[in-house]
């Protein structure tokens, strides 16, 4: 209590708590000495740090947060040069912080087919024959973003509900067809994709992926999880495309206009490789990354123990522009393609438990490798099995390294458990780096996929999570679903699906809790939450204004908030006209 009522005595003195701008008077108070760049005033900032609350007023120097209060208390910052911000009572509160997604694979998906909001398979074959139109012989057609369980009615001939490459097939003969299933973890092909690939009723199904087929044993042009690199593989051999580094500045640019508009001040990337870094590392130290990353690696574990530390060493780049902070694996797929791994069958598929995308055994060897070089690692799992085998491996290292403390070791997604294993996230001290877009996009099919009991058991438990003491964080695992955050914070609070029906609406967060998962948890899920998560003197100054209060505003009004302006590191990087 003594702690608190000093920091509320500091912000009520204006007190500052960074580096400079600041003296320390004859009663030991840290006053300030020095003019704010800028000030927003006049409007509804919640700070998100539970000792300061609600404020009126913002002052910023230089990328830091210079100090927190009163609209008559920041007259003092001010001078001639300072900008002068009225946000006429709009809330303004710490930036968005996307707890998950993949930054070049959102880019990427700016520059192909967008099939999210397609009605049918027919639509994708009609905007295929398009693009097919205009491209040169040969050429691939690539898109993304297509579900089937998504469309209003199946396609004719499905497979399991996936559509057969033979209507696709017949309006592009000759330009191979590659399109990603939504999720990631499945992708469509046609023929001549597949001829390329050199993929026949007698190709194999490679370990952790599945060639799905027809009643003769023909493929039909679905691929799950790592059978899809069967085609990413042809591709890369005969496609004709940028320079690799061309086309990954290409996507980093679209991405952050993206992010910027949206309110993203921080991404985590959810797994990049060695070359891809490289092109952050060079863009940070440039000064043209204009949102923050936190990075997964993503590479096999003898790349990893080659590089490991020559990455590690990425901290802070470009003034805080870029960390390399944890390793990525999938030890699973999705649920929507049925590839997501479960202790117990498929409610309507009875001969699968889904695929295990990675050994036991090779994940335990990354552990060793995370632990030994200090990085986090973070798991990709879905299904019950898959959590319970993460959680498994983490335990055994934990205990393995009893003097290694305060890990903060993640499961990415963590979205069917069973319900034994709920409480050892807190046990464990694992976070939980979910998205709640996920809960309300994949409901129509999760009871489908796992019946009553199981969802309602373990599916998308945010609350009883958050009860056995384990941190969630939010995200929307973009380019899988939009990067909005207003969308997945809907989510988060309301559950509702778009019939009007909610899920498991005890599992909600209120608006408070939804808020602290998409700013100062994720940033302790990044042990970033010294510099960035709340809006605290001293830490950087990445600010968002929304055009409502969704901290207070009627439910179904926070779907149509827009991110009025977006500030990173004390500069206006997104203003709405």
Known sequence: MKTRVLRLLIVACVMIAGDRGFAQSATGEMQATAKADMILRNGKIVTVDEAIGEVQAIAIRGDRILAVGSNAQMKALTDDSTMIIDLKGKLAIPGFIEGHGHFTSLGDAKMNLDLMAVRNWGEVIEMVAAAVAKASPGEWIVGRGWHQEKWDKAPRGAVEGFPTHHGMSAVSPDNPVFLSHASG?????????????????????????????????????????????????????????????????????????????????????????????????????????????????????????????????????????????????????????????????????????????????????????????????????????????????????????????????????????????????????????????????????????????????????????????????????????????????????????DDGSVFFADQRMNRMEALRSYTIHAAYAAFEDDLKGTLTPGKLADIVVLSQDILSIAEDKIPHTNVQMTIVGGKIAYRRE
């Open 185 to 497: 973890h499945a992708s469509f092909a046609n023929k001549k994709a597949m001829d390329l690939a050199g993929i026949s009723a007698a190709t194999a199904d490679p370990p952790g992926g599945e060639i799905l087929r027809d009643e003769q044993g023909q493929p039909i042009g679905v691929f799950r999880e790592r059978a899809s690199g069967l085609i990413s593989r042809a591709q890369s051999i005969s496609g004709k495309r940028e320079s690799g580094t061309d086309l990954t500045r290409r996507a980093i640019e679209l991405a952050t206009k993206e992010c910027l508009s949206n309110g993203v001040t921080s991404f985590q990337d959810a797994g990049s490789s060695f070359s891809v870094i490289n092109t952050f590392a060079e863009m940070a130290d440039s000064g043209e990354l204009g949102v923050r990353l936190w990075v997964m690696i993503r590479e096999p574990n003898a790349s990893l123990r080659a590089n490991i530390d020559r990455y590690k060493a990425l901290q802070g780049v470009g003034n805080n522009y870029l960390t390399v902070g944890g390793i990525k694996r999938s030890i699973d797929g999705a649920l929507g393609s049925r590839g997501a791994w479960l202790l117990e069958p498929y409610a309507d598929s009875a001969q699968s438990t889904g695929l295990a995308t990675a050994t036991i055994e090779d994940v335990t060897e990354t552990a060793q490798i995370a632990i030994e070089h200090g990085l986090q690692l973070c798991v990709h799992a879905i299904g019950d099995r898959a959590n319970r085998e993460v959680l498994n491996i983490f335990e055994k290292t934990f205990a393995a390294n009893p003097q290694k403390k305060d890990l903060r070791w993640r499961i990415e997604h963590a979205q069917h458990l069973h319900v034994d294993d709920i409480p050892r996230f807190g046990q464990l001290g694992v976070i939980a780096s979910m998205q709640g877009i996920h809960c309300t996009s994949d409901a129509p099919w999760v009871l489908a996929r796992l019946g009553y009991e199981r969802a309602n058991e373990g599916a998308y438990v945010w609350q009883k999570l958050m009860q056995s003491g384990a941190i969630v964080t939010n995200g929307t695992d973009t380019p899988v679903e939009d990067v909005s955050p207003i969308a997945s914070y809907y989510a988060t609070v309301s559950r509702r699906l």
